[in-house]
Nanobody, 114 residues
Framework: VQLQASGGGLVQPGGSLRLSCAASGSIFSRNDMGWYRQAPGNERELVAAITGAGSRNYVDSVKGRFTISRDNAKKTVYLQMNSLKPEDTAVYYC?????????WGQGTLVTVSS
């Protein structure tokens, strides 16, 4: 299983970005996927997750601003991020659970700054 994350960049506070995570290999619609982030000096934290059944879960700090979704035909999970704040600045990593193992994408940097 390989995961390719993209979509990061520099955005002003209040702006939006959409992250994508394209999967390849033995991954199916029933696999749970999601996004973590890690800011400098901080531990990696779970931002959003989506199960194979489509249930979504978010960390409190992004509820109402971020939306996770998936396109099973494209084996891709998305993270739509709106109303971005400077504290959202971090490297964002996508992951997928496959047969008891968690696989990681390479990370994409999101910088929220004026």
């Amino acid at each position: 299983v390989q995961l390719q994350a993209s979509g990061g960049g520099l955005v002003q506070p209040g702006g939006s970005l959409r992250l994508s995570c394209a999967a390849s290999g033995s991954i199916f619609s029933r696999n749970d996927m999601g996004w973590y982030r890690q800011a400098p000096g901080n531990e990696r934290e779970l931002v959003a997750a989506i199960t194979g059944a489509g249930s979504r879960n978010y960390v409190d700090s992004v509820k109402g601003r971020f939306t996770i979704s998936r396109d099973n035909a494209k084996k891709t999970v998305y993270l739509q991020m709106n109303s971005l704040k400077p504290e959202d600045t971090a490297v964002y990593y996508c992951y997928a659970w496959v047969v008891g193992n968690r696989y990681w994408g390479q990370g994409t940097l999101v910088t929220v700054s004026s």
